[in-house]
């Protein structure tokens, strides 16, 4: 019995060379994974992107079963989706979880853009990284939007409403970028097409532009809360210790996401969504989702149209400059106080921008609003340069 169980490991480990020669798939794996060299002190921050992973595969797995059952028409869309709430096998699930894992998915990607930003990930050799992952921050929210029309509930409809008339507001090319986007004056058919089009794409495209963000971190390596590039001694192979790490993220965000679904699923609906889109009746206050508040709250805050648009996509912009914006040799806020007071000043106007947005900008709002999109812009373009300068100067001249 021992000879024959040695002679079957032998076979099976000549099996996987003869495999490993030709696709090293095995050895990639290896390499990559188990052995690659993690931080010591990285901390459950360095969890999020596990758990962006886990769910971006399960929007698309409950996103392939929701496609093959809606019908992408002004006729069809809001009846193909009561339809699957209700007559197809576990459709209701199907679509609770997508729309669920949306919202989280975003909230993770927006506490992730937070971890890159507080302990430098942006700077060097991680700028591919950082660009890569801004790119995915786009992409993602362009199919949010998209997802969020296809019900073609009221919420829905007036959406692709209020984002056609924002597009008009360019000089020059407005109106033609409006009916582009809407295929006609108004949001119809071509409309509905357009973004279930734009929105199964992005969702595969999204998958590759991921994969390049990873091997970006395997070729740069990973940063650390230190902000000092770990050597040898201060680095851990990622299995078992931070497969361990990941898997409990990913559990707890499993967690999270059955608690919204099934206990607070308010948190990720409107009730006005679920009626029929109905042109004839705007919505008392229309509003996006909670992720898209902070931006709704800067097109609001600049009295023209065209203004809060350019302030709104500024801020997403803003955001690809950092690596250049910040040029400072020490990495981590951990070592820097004024970018630190700075960073949670900024987290307190995102989230006034968003309180703004939801309250649509009236009566003390609007000043909220207004302070908190001027400190937004005023980080990044006065606070990083001006810090990192002194910062700078400090270090040439004790060398």
Sequence with gaps: MTGSSSSDRENDGSKQDWLDSRLPVRRFLTTQFRHFPMPRSANMLWTVGAMLSAVLVLMLLSGLVLVMNYTPTVAGAFASIEAIERRVPSGWLMRSMHMAGASLFLGALYLHLFRGLYYGSYKKPRELVWLLGLL???????TAFAGYVLPWGQMSYW??????????????????????????????????????????????????????????????????????????????????????????????????????????????????????????????NIEPEWYFLPFFGMLQAIPFKFGGLVASVGAVVVLFLVPWL????????????????????LVAAFVALGLAGQHHMEGSWLIIGRCATVFYFFHFLVVLPFVSRRERAVVESAS
């Design 326 to 345: 910040d040029q400072s040799p020490v990495r981590s806020a951990r070592q820097r106080p004024l970018i630190r007071l700075s960073m949670i000043l």
């Design 159 to 284: 959406g692709a409403d209020i984002a056609g008339k924002a597009l008009a507001s360019i000089p020059v090319i407005g109106p033609f970028t409006e009916r582009v986007f809407l295929d006609g004056s108004q949001p119809g058919d071509g409309t509905l097409h357009h973004l279930f089009v734009l929105h199964f794409t992005l969702a595969f495209a999204i998958v590759a532009v991921v994969g390049l963000h990873v091997a970006g971190v395997h070729v740069a390596g990973s940063g650390n809360p230190s902000g000092i590039e770990p050597d040898r001694k201060g680095s851990l192979p990622f299995s078992p210790y931070f497969a361990i790490k990941d898997a409990f993220g990913v559990a707890v965000f499993a967690i999270v996401l059955t608690a919204v679904m099934f206990l607070f699923p308010d948190l990720v609906t409107e009730s006005a969504n679920y009626r029929p889109a109905n042109p004839l009746h705007t919505p008392t």
């Design 136 to 142: 995915l921050l786009v992409m993602t929210m362009i």
